[in-house]
């Protein structure tokens, strides 16, 4: 076996290695939340103190209930969950995809998205539209089309108004129920474009990433109490 090589079946051996790479695994965060509106950013330094609190304290065990309420009363918890799965939206409606360069646009236009975040209503959609292709071909990402930009904002907003009206309920109660990832996959599409291809099921996983795993937002909590 050369120098390269692991042995599986000699696992200790390598106990160290193994270590160090979830420990860097865990330690690395989502760009976005790197990128986050001051306000939101706030909201989403309390939410990781008040989970890691709550873990600590029960060694590990998480009542889910009482860690939604600590959620709820945050300030802008349901604003914040709402801004993350827009970016997630967002990246089926632009073609020339860069992530990072969405979180700044988006972060960029902040008062305007948060118009549509906290009302969702299709009369909006254009104005927003408008701004974000704008910012987004500033920066030489061109050749983009205002239509799909405008099919993932309506998508995002029939989704979010058939949560809070046929459904009636909100982010923050509605994505801590779910306990297996499939389950969650499938739910998700009713606030994504309707067409079924490989960057709207990024997407969507992508959302799942941001908000399933202890180092991003660990909002998911039936999800990430079942390991």
Same mark, same amino acid.
């Given at each position: ?11 200790d ?18 760009s ?6 001051s ?19 029960? =060694?590990g =065990? ?16 349901e ?13 089926t ?14 972060? %960029?236009?902040?008062?305007a ?8 209503s299709?009369s ?7 701004k ?16 799909d ?6 998508s ?5 108004r058939k ?13 801590? %129920? ?9 739910a998700?599409?009713?606030?994504y ?7 709207r099921? =990024?997407?969507? =996983? ?15 909590l ?6």
């Open positions: 076996m050369s120098s390269l090589e692991i042995d599986l079946r000699n696992r051996k390598y106990e160290n290695v193994i270590r160090a790479i979830d420990e860097y695994g865990l330690s690395i965060k989502e976005i939340f790197e990128n986050l509106p306000e939101l950013m706030v909201t989403y330094q309390r939410i990781r103190e008040i989970y890691v609190q709550e873990v600590t304290r029960d =060694r =065990r998480v009542d889910v209930d009482s860690l939604i309420q600590l959620y709820m009363n945050v300030p802008k918890t604003e914040l969950l709402r801004y993350l799965l827009l970016a997630t939206v967002l990246f409606g632009f073609q020339n995809l860069r992530n990072e360069l969405i979180y700044r646009v988006m972060m %960029k236009n902040y008062e998205i948060s118009r549509v975040i906290t009302n969702p299709y909006l959609i254009s104005d927003i539209s408008i974000l292709l704008s910012d987004y071909e500033n920066e030489r990402a061109k050749r983009e089309s205002i239509q930009i405008n099919e993932a904002m309506h995002f907003i029939y989704g979010l949560l809070t009206k046929s459904y009636g309920t909100t982010l923050i109660k509605w994505l801590p %129920k779910f306990r297996n990832i499939e389950a969650f996959e499938r998700l599409p009713i606030f474009p309707p067409k079924v291809n490989e960057r099921r =990024r997407a969507i =996983r992508t959302f799942i990433r941001w908000v399933s795993h202890e180092t991003n937002l660990p909002i998911a039936g999800i990430l109490t079942r390991g």
